[in-house]
C-alpha cells in the first residue's frame, strides 16, 4: 500500500473526511428545511433568509449595479419579494444559491428599466439634467427622483396608479382604458392635466432646495 493510500487512510483523515461529509449533509438538510418553511409562508423563514442571505444577495447586486448602492438596496428589497412570492423547495445549498442569484439579476434588471423609465418621465415633464445640476452636483440623480416620488405620493391614490402605470410600468392607454373604464382620450387628457401637476410641483420642490 503507497504512502498516499496510508495517509488518506489515517485516523486523523478519516475524521476530517467524515466531519467534512457530515457538515455537507447538515448544510443541505438545512436548506432542504427552510426552502420548504420559505414555500409555506413561514415567517421565521424569512428572517432566517435574511439573517443568512441578506449581506451575500446585497454584495452580488453591488457588483450588478456597478457600485450604485440605491440601485442594489432597491433590487434587494424586490429581491426579497419575489422569493417570499415564488419560494421553492432547494435540496442543496448551491442550487438554492443559484436560484436566488438568478431572482435577484432579474430584479435588478427589471429595476434598470423603471429606472431609465422615470427619467423618461422627467424628460416629458420638460426637466433636462442641467436643470437638477443648477441646484446639486453631488448625488442629484438620487435626489430628482426622491422629489419625483414625493411629487407622485401627493397625488391621489387613483391618480398615481395611472401615472404609475403609464410612465413607470409601461401600460398601454388601451389597458389603462380598461382597466379605468375611461375612454382612451380621457385618459390621455387625464395624463396631460397629471403631467403638468408633475412638473409644477417638481419645479416648486426643485426651487426651495
Given at each position: 500500500?503507497?504512502?498516499?493510500?496510508?495517509?488518506?487512510?489515517?485516523?486523523?483523515?478519516?475524521?476530517?473526511?467524515?466531519?467534512?461529509?457530515?457538515?455537507?449533509?447538515?448544510?443541505?438538510?438545512?436548506?432542504?428545511?427552510?426552502?420548504?418553511?420559505?414555500?409555506?409562508?413561514?415567517?421565521?423563514?424569512?428572517?432566517?433568509?435574511?439573517?443568512?442571505?441578506f449581506d451575500r444577495l446585497?454584495?452580488?447586486?453591488?457588483?450588478?449595479?456597478?457600485?450604485?448602492?440605491?440601485?442594489?438596496?432597491?433590487?434587494?428589497?424586490?429581491?426579497?419579494?419575489?422569493?417570499?412570492?415564488?419560494?421553492?423547495?432547494?435540496?442543496?445549498?448551491?442550487?438554492?444559491?443559484?436560484?436566488?442569484?438568478?431572482?435577484?439579476?432579474?430584479?435588478?434588471?427589471?429595476?434598470?428599466?423603471?429606472?431609465?423609465?422615470?427619467?423618461?418621465?422627467?424628460?416629458?415633464?420638460s426637466l433636462r439634467w442641467?436643470?437638477?445640476?443648477?441646484?446639486?452636483?453631488?448625488?442629484?440623480?438620487?435626489?430628482?427622483?426622491?422629489?419625483?416620488?414625493?411629487?407622485?405620493?401627493?397625488?391621489?391614490?387613483?391618480?398615481?396608479?395611472?401615472?404609475?402605470?403609464?410612465?413607470?410600468?409601461?401600460?398601454?392607454?388601451?389597458?389603462?382604458?380598461?382597466?379605468?373604464?375611461?375612454?382612451?382620450?380621457?385618459?390621455?387628457?387625464?395624463?396631460?392635466?397629471?403631467?403638468?401637476?408633475?412638473?409644477?410641483?417638481?419645479?416648486?420642490?426643485?426651487?426651495?432646495?
Open positions: 500500500m503507497s504512502a498516499s493510500i496510508t495517509q488518506n487512510l489515517s485516523p486523523a483523515s478519516l475524521i476530517k473526511t467524515r466531519n467534512t461529509h457530515r457538515a455537507d449533509v447538515a448544510e443541505a438538510a438545512s436548506v432542504a428545511e427552510l426552502t420548504r418553511r420559505l414555500a409555506a409562508h413561514d415567517e421565521e423563514a424569512f428572517r432566517e433568509l435574511h439573517t443568512r442571505y446585497y454584495q452580488f447586486l453591488l457588483v450588478i449595479a456597478r457600485g450604485q448602492e440605491h440601485e442594489a438596496r432597491d433590487a434587494l428589497q424586490e429581491t426579497l419579494l419575489r422569493v417570499a412570492r415564488n419560494a421553492r423547495v432547494f435540496d442543496e445549498e448551491e442550487a438554492f444559491w443559484c436560484w436566488l442569484k438568478a431572482v435577484a439579476r432579474n430584479a435588478a434588471r427589471d429595476g434598470g428599466r423603471r429606472q431609465k423609465r422615470y427619467f423618461t418621465l422627467l424628460e416629458r415633464l442641467n436643470t437638477v445640476e443648477q441646484r446639486a452636483n453631488d448625488g442629484a440623480e438620487s435626489r430628482l427622483q426622491t422629489i419625483l416620488d414625493e411629487s407622485l405620493a401627493e397625488l391621489s391614490p387613483d391618480e398615481r396608479s395611472l401615472v404609475e402605470g403609464k410612465y413607470l410600468d409601461g401600460v398601454a392607454t388601451k389597458e389603462l382604458s380598461s382597466s379605468t373604464g375611461l375612454t382612451e382620450k380621457a385618459v390621455e387628457s387625464r395624463l396631460l392635466r397629471l403631467r403638468r401637476q408633475l412638473r409644477d410641483r417638481l419645479l416648486k420642490k426643485l426651487n426651495e432646495r
